[in-house]
């Protein structure tokens, strides 16, 4: 017997080179050729017990995929080279496949039985290549909804959370309308993510095909003010508030106001608004500038790409954690996320552009120098960590470790608040379970549960429908009983 997971070596999905890939806006990874993937799906043959669709948590840690991809059985599927039922049992679990297999962080890869000892399963590579082979293939086509229920929803929100649960309520017949303040639907997959990892051509593809089968998008709605929620409750039989968590993290700092202190998520909204035709602002421009990234997640990483691609002198991007090792340590044991270290797609580029890794570990910004208004530098220490017996972490200085880094553009990557405060705005407080204080009107995906991944705001778009359509037959259960 031939142990596949033994034989064959990992491989992922083909990169442009970083040379080439630095000098426009095209997504820097495509799909595999069908040998390859073959190949890979049948390291998964020889899996004794899967637990890379577990989705569930371990405290805040993500096990498995949380919307149970049945990977195991698309797996299966694509080692005996049938690529369409592979699509077919993907999009069963997967409003947004094409979304994922680019940027989801794959904690299926972490939980990957194989992971214990040999490098995991390519299970995003996999997902990928099948839904990008499927659009090829024509095989993705417009579901057409046979028979309405002539219940309305409204959805506040196009992001992943949002467009899942307009995606399941519509094709359970519900009349769907999904309102965007931007100009663009798709929320932070438009936006928030450059076009390098996801080309807007693709989630405008998917959008077309939603409008296709028969969801109402508008754009340039600002619930709240342009209109209420109470409003909207008036007019549709249902509301669901996925709005994500909005408010982005500030520094904090004496000098945080200064001119080049910019918020990360304004500024990638600015190169994408650049590629659909808009003027840049010079604030947003960080050609000739020397670049600081504050926050060390993948928001930081697509700030460092994105100031590559404008032309910044220098990139440095600052991280308040050590640096992670090379292989899995004690403390995050499988089936965890290993959170070893790894050089990814920004972080190669900046190596290739600048002979030199951007990112520095264990930094604390005391204070911004600035030079009028304008900002020139910033203050830092080195810190230490020390973890405790009980588990818990303290940080301290390190004596001797101030350094000045000299800024002229500072984007400030740090997270986002969470979104109780905008929910109070709208008028609801969230409850659990999705449904908030106002009758009929529910909330998913990072709205309800804080800045989280693109796989759980889909499973909480899916599971927000069941319950908006649980809803919706109880109302029209007592609308027969009352007549």
């Not at 954690?321 to 090379?326: A, D, M, V």
């Not at 002229?408 to 999705?434: C, H, M, N, Q, T």
Request: contains cysteine.
């Amino acid at each position: 017997m031939r142990h596949n997971f033994l034989s064959i070596p990992r491989e992922t999905l083909p990169e442009r080179g970083v040379k080439d890939r630095i000098h426009d806006y095209g997504e820097y990874a495509s799909r595999m050729e069908d040998g390859p993937i073959v190949k890979q799906a049948e390291r998964c043959m020889d899996c004794g017990t899967p637990f890379c669709h577990v989705g569930d948590l371990i405290g805040q840690e993500t096990i498995g995929c949380p919307i149970h991809n049945l990977i195991p059985e698309w797996n299966r599927l694509v080692s005996d080279q049938d690529f369409f039922r592979a699509y077919e049992r993907l999009m069963e679990t997967n409003n947004f496949p094409e979304f994922t297999g680019r940027v989801c962080p794959a904690p299926c890869e972490g939980s990957c039985t194989l992971g214990i000892s040999e490098d995991p399963v390519a299970i995003k590579s996999i997902e990928r290549t099948i839904i990008d082979r499927a659009f090829e293939q024509g095989w993705v086509k417009p579901r057409h909804v046979r028979q309405r229920t002539g219940y309305r929803v409204a959805i506040i929100g196009s992001g992943p959370a949002g467009l899942a649960a307009a995606d399941q309520l519509n094709q359970l017949g519900h009349t769907v309308t999904v309102l965007e303040k931007a100009d663009e639907i798709g929320g932070l997959l438009y936006y928030g993510i450059p076009n390098m990892k996801l080309d807007k051509g693709v989630v405008r593809r998917r959008v077309d095909l939603l409008e296709a089968e028969g969801i109402r998008f508008k754009t340039g709605v600002n619930v709240g003010e342009d209109v209420t929620v109470e409003a909207l409750r008036g007019e549709y039989d249902a509301v669901i508030l996925a709005t994500g968590a909005q408010k982005q993290r500030t520094l904090g700092i004496n000098g945080d106001d200064a001119s080049g202190i910019e918020l990360a998520m304004d500024y990638l909204t600015a190169s994408t608004k650049q590629l659909n035709g808009k003027d840049l602002d010079p604030r947003h421009d960080a050609e000739g500038k020397h670049v600081i990234v504050i926050g060390g997640g993948d928001t930081g990483a697509d700030c460092v790409a994105t100031a590559i691609r404008q032309g910044a002198a220098s990139v440095t991007q600052f991280g308040k954690h050590p640096e992670k090792g090379l292989y899995r340590s004690p403390e995050r044991p499988w089936p965890l996320q290993p959170d070893t270290l790894s050089t990814d797609y920004a972080y190669a580029e900046a190596i290739g552009q600048y002979e030199a890794d951007p990112r520095t570990y264990l930094i604390r910004s005391n204070q911004i120098v600035t030079e009028g208004d304008k900002v020139v530098g910033i203050e830092t220490e080195r810190m230490e960590k020390i973890v405790k017996p009980d588990g818990h972490a303290t940080f301290f200085v390190v004596e001797g470790s101030e350094k000045t880094y000299p800024a002229d553009l500072v984007l400030v990557a740090i997270g986002f608040e969470r979104p109780e405060p905008e929910l109070r705005k709208l008028g609801v407080e969230s409850k659990r379970d999705y449904v908030t204080d106002v009758d009929g009107v529910f909330v998913a995906g990072d709205a309800r549960r804080g800045q989280s991944l693109i796989v759980w705001a889909i499973r909480e778009g899916r599971e927000v429908a069941e319950k908006v359509d649980a809803y919706l037959e109880t109302c029209q259960t007592e609308l027969k009983t009352s007549s």
